[in-house]
């Protein structure tokens, strides 16, 4: 085989995807992003029914610093309102104490204890 049989052979293959309707890895792209956007505008809109200015003011500077904690913090807010165990708008106080509890949960799995024993 020589390599304009190759890229013959390749070339039809890829046809054969294409009219069978095989998605383009650009097209599964740009469907997860548009998707992932989707997903981010919905949590920002439940976010704004859920807490005041001030606490969602408070959450984006979070999410600057810690992104990953913003998110989790996201999350818990979400699954609280849902279940209806959390005061509509979430205040700034309220929001702190929140923020507080699940900073110290996370804190006191990651902690770790170092002993020195000595002979």
């Not at 979400?78 to 804190?107: C, H, N, W």
Request: proline share 4%; net charge positive; hydrophobic share 35%.
């Amino acid at each position: 085989m020589d390599i304009e049989e190759i890229k013959r052979q390749k070339m039809m293959e890829l046809q054969q995807q294409q009219a069978q309707g095989a998605p383009n890895p650009e097209e599964i792209q740009q469907q997860q992003e548009q998707e992932r956007a989707a997903y981010e505008a919905q949590k920002k809109q439940i976010m704004k029914k859920i807490l005041s200015e001030e606490a969602r003011h408070r959450l984006s500077n979070i999410k600057m610093v810690k992104p990953e904690f913003a998110e989790q913090v996201e999350m818990q807010l979400i699954q609280l309102a849902q279940s209806g165990r959390l005061p509509i708008p979430v205040s700034d106080e309220y929001f702190k104490t929140l923020l507080d509890q699940l900073y110290t949960m996370g804190s006191a799995k990651k902690k770790r204890d170092i002993k020195f024993v000595r002979k």
